[in-house]
């Protein structure tokens, strides 16, 4: 097993940060590119992520603790974000994001006993029955997919101006 | 057309910090991790980015302004960085490539009128004919490549903690 708490808490405490650099000061062109129809510019992925910090995460951690498997998680609607006002700088969205992680980081180790609740297991809607330590894991890996996404958008941007390297960058072959 | 040189330096000098963000402090589980045989953990990413650093973009940027296609590029060794020592802190690391790159960004202003050399062209050893605007976004592109990659190599550390949404979670269906 690779999974401990105190591992999966370095990557959610770091991630609020590392968008914080990659996209602070960035120019439109960077932020404001997708992938072409119904997909998220970099924008839109920080709304979804502060989106889940709110809605999804301790939710469904609360779920668990409280009601075990007897009661099924709560709904995630995981296009709310697209909601949010599109205008509103890059810095507010982050600073939201940042300021509900942090939140929940210490929400998160005031509730958990890692040593008795990490097997404790919720309904999952369309999964059934899974474990404390998946979720809290899928929370941790949920950020690096979106650092990937962000990247892979990003890449989108310059698909054209890199003439033949296009075939050595991997970012442009990743699907989304 | 989407490439310009100032927005090219935006990702260039975001770069550093956001690994080292990302990064810094992690256990060793997530540094060590690699996807296998003959792949590469966050600290060889590291080492490469800082060895292309070194003997990549700036030689051939050069070639390009003093030899334009008559000389093809200088050798780049993709795999010189594996001769780095593996045990050196990844604080080290990171700081060797963020010194690099900033006197490179240093270089790369000082050399470049943008108005007259991004169409200058050198020659590549496999794909002939390339220009120096290619190669600069390249060069950034190659970041949000190596971005991409350390995040992949980082949740693959989990794919076996997250349970049933390992479908869910698209950072681990992209390929290397």
Request: net charge negative.
């Amino acid at each position: 097993m690779n999974f401990s708490i105190e591992e999966a808490i370095e990557v959610l405490e770091r991630s609020p940060l590392t968008f914080e650099t990659l996209l602070t000061g960035l120019s439109p062109g960077w932020l404001h590119t997708n992938e072409g129809r119904d997909t998220w510019n970099a924008a839109q992925v920080i709304d979804h992520l502060a989106e889940a910090e709110r809605t999804n995460w301790i939710p469904r951690i609360r779920t668990i603790l409280e009601s075990g498997t007897d009661q099924p998680f709560p709904d995630f609607d995981r296009f709310a974000h697209l909601k949010q006002d599109p205008d509103q700088p890059i810095s507010e969205k982050l600073a939201r994001f940042k300021t509900l992680r942090a939140q929940n980081l210490v929400t998160l180790k005031e509730w958990i006993q890692p040593d008795t609740d990490l097997d404790q297991t919720g309904t999952h809607p369309a999964f059934g029955e899974v474990k404390l330590r998946e979720l809290i894991a899928t929370w941790a890996v949920h950020d690096l997919t979106h650092i990937a996404q962000i990247v892979r958008v990003m890449a989108e941007y310059y698909r054209r101006e890199v003439g033949p390297w296009e075939q050595y960058l991997g970012v442009l072959k990743n699907s989304r």
